[in-house]
């Protein structure tokens, strides 16, 4: 990274569905801290719908749909406008055309060995019903996003490191091929385990709509409540208050320690001066499941009501929600064109911005006729 070089975030998300807390945890509230730490001269957030109908072709009113809850969800936790570029990704032919020039660089056999494509068509059967090919070179599409913002750093999952790294394989190729043009990223991982990846309710891996596993930052404290009470697994050893309990695979635990501080305690729970003094008494006995959950909820709430409250607000404002994702779309539109032109400088098939193509035409014939 050169010295001088501007610090630019790329980061998003796919409009399949409201954002739950896995999302809060994994990178919602890291992209907050981050806008606010003033230490990046940009930060771009795609909706990347386009990606999205890599799996959903036959449906795309379900991610039109979605891109409106993506937003309240950005606004509700606290991503400012005025501080963060929100763009839609379709909205931005720049990464068409990066994609096309791209997918020259990248050969199937590549593709097909990364890791994080392969376990998404398993994940998504595509083994059996055939893989679109859209999907199938969507790390290249990803590749364009990153690319032309010139992000040099993109938060992502330790599942998603293989995205990063087919990333810097294109750059570097490009920049071989071409001259130095792209800028090479590198990847932001969660600093902490507890950030990395939140269970589903059941204790299920991954939060999911299609499974029920799921809070959402929208639900209201009712179905919070219902959804730690009704699905949420402690201890399958722990039968009475009094008997030993486990707290690691306890996903009534694994939520505190993603979710609770020690404010949490002096408010809601104050026989415990924080989480370790309440683990150790789960872990020798005499706390019992109903008291653990019944925090947990409390500080679920606590955490969920004021992005209740400022969803509430823009809910009842679409108007000027439309206006900041449309404004947002056209300066990203400025951005990504911006570096499609660089990339087509680089490569000479800049036709019309180039006069001196025409001399090079000319020396050919000519030498031609020789």
């Not at 981050?34 to 890599?54: H, P, R, V, W, Y």
């Amino acid at each position: 990274m050169s010295e001088g070089q501007k610090q630019i975030i790329l980061t998003g998300d796919r409009p399949t569905g409201r954002l739950h807390l896995g999302h809060y945890v994994g990178s919602l509230k890291r992209r907050v801290e981050l806008q606010n730490s003033g230490k990046f001269d940009e930060i771009n957030i795609l909706i990347a719908d386009d990606q999205a109908l890599t799996d959903n072709a036959d449906n795309p009113g379900k991610i039109r749909e979605n891109i409106i809850n993506v937003v309240l969800d950005y606004l509700s936790v606290g991503l400012d406008p005025e501080k963060t570029t929100i763009c839609v990704q379709s909205a931005l032919p720049a990464l068409h055309a990066l994609t096309f020039y791209y997918l020259n660089l990248v050969t199937t056999a590549r593709l097909s060995r990364n890791p994080t494509v392969k376990a998404e068509i398993q994940m998504r059967g595509f083994a059996d019903e055939g893989l679109p090919a859209g999907f199938f070179t969507y790390p290249v599409s990803q590749a364009a996003d990153i690319t032309a913002f010139d992000a040099t750093v993109v938060p992502v999952g330790e599942d998603q490191l293989p995205m990063i790294e087919q990333t810097r394989e294109i750059v570097e190729k490009f920049n071989k091929t071409y001259g130095e043009t792209l800028v090479l990223p590198k990847a932001m991982i969660p600093e902490n385990e507890t950030q990395r990846r939140l269970p589903g309710v059941d204790g299920k891996a991954k939060m999911s709509k299609s499974l029920g596993n799921c809070i959402y930052l929208s639900d209201d404290a009712k179905t919070v409540k219902k959804q730690v009470n009704g699905k949420m697994f402690t201890d399958p050893q722990h039968l009475r208050i009094e008997d030993p309990g486990h707290t690691e695979g306890n996903v009534v635990f694994t939520y505190l320690d993603a979710l609770c501080t020690d404010e949490h305690f002096v408010r809601y729970l104050p026989d415990y001066a924080n989480l370790e003094e309440m683990k150790e008494h789960y872990r020798r006995g005499g706390l019992g499941d109903g008291t653990t959950k019944k925090f947990l909820i409390s500080v679920l709430n606590d955490i969920l009501d004021p992005i209740r409250t400022v969803r509430a607000h823009w809910e009842n404002d679409i108007d000027t929600v439309y206006d900041i994702i449309q404004t947002g779309t056209a300066k990203a539109v400025e951005r990504t064109n911006a570096t499609l032109a660089r990339v087509r400088k680089a490569m000479r098939i800049n036709y019309f911005e180039d006069r001196s193509i025409v001399k090079e035409w000319e020396r050919l014939l000519r030498e031609a006729k020789q």
